[in-house]
């Protein structure tokens, strides 16, 4: 069965250092992988998708870079957080050329920037 | 550009009661449409979906869902809700082809759900 996993699940981290924060996912190849950023009271923003290997698609500009360095690994990276960047950072991934678009979510991870 | 509105922040209901969350959507052509719960301090986990055929879309935990198309609605419903259902309820919709971004999922901003015991 399909798995998927992102740590850490939560990271205090002051203003200006970097972040990187890692998902894999097991039991499938060439999946659909996606990074969410869940503000409260503001739902999720798609942040990144990517459909290959070094295939990345940015749906917002902002302080962040996302790298897909293996089939099945995504990170989530910042070379010098803000304090807007507090959030839950979700990771997911989805069966590619699939009409079906069903989302499988990691467990999340809550950032705090201070 | 595709979206989703979840008109009510916090729906509370007593357990044994009925309960619905409502969704309405806007999207450019047919919507495939989704229901996703979150549990505190979790990822989110998938409910149920529309693609197509009946309007009545059965789930998880007992959950069905209802496509009006002419209300551009998906509400969400459980005949008799308990209290382990309460959680945030999010709705989503994808657009049928949308070309370059036809993976891209829009959410709404969640429905907090609150069973009374």
């Known amino acids: 069965s399909q798995t998927i996993h992102q740590w850490p699940a939560t990271l205090v981290q002051p203003v200006g250092s970097p972040l990187s924060l890692e998902c894999t996912v097991e039991?499938?190849?060439?999946?659909?992988l996606y990074w969410y950023r869940q503000a409260a009271g503001r739902g999720l923003q798609l942040l990144f998708y990517?459909?290959?290997?070094?295939?990345i698609s940015s749906e917002v500009p902002q302080n962040l870079s996302a790298s897909r360095p293996q089939d099945r690994q995504f990170i989530l990276s910042s070379k010098k957080l803000l304090l807007s960047d507090s959030g839950f950072y979700l990771c997911?991934?989805?069966?590619?050329?699939?009409?079906?678009?069903?989302?499988?979510f990691g467990s999340g991870t809550q950032l705090s920037v201070l | 550009a595709q979206s989703v509105a979840q008109p009510e922040d916090q729906v509370n209901v007593a357990e044994g009661n009925p309960l619905t969350v409502k969704c309405t959507y806007s999207?450019?052509?047919?919507?495939?449409l989704f229901w996703y719960v979150q549990y505190p301090n979790r990822g989110l986990q998938f409910l149920l979906k529309y693609i197509t055929g009946d309007n009545l879309v059965k789930g998880s935990y007992g959950f069905e869902a209802e496509f009006n198309k002419s209300q551009t609605s998906f509400h969400l419903k459980k005949p008799s809700a308990l209290v382990s259902d309460s959680a945030l309820y999010f709705c989503a919709v994808r657009a049928l082809y949308s070309g370059a971004g036809s993976y891209q999922l829009t959410f709404g901003k969640g429905t907090k759900l609150s069973v009374i015991p």
């Open positions: 997911a991934w989805s069966v590619r050329d699939s009409l079906n678009e069903k989302l499988f």
């Open positions: 039991g499938t190849s060439n999946p659909n």
């Open positions: 990517s459909v290959g290997i070094g295939q």
């Open positions: 999207v450019s052509g047919n919507p495939y």
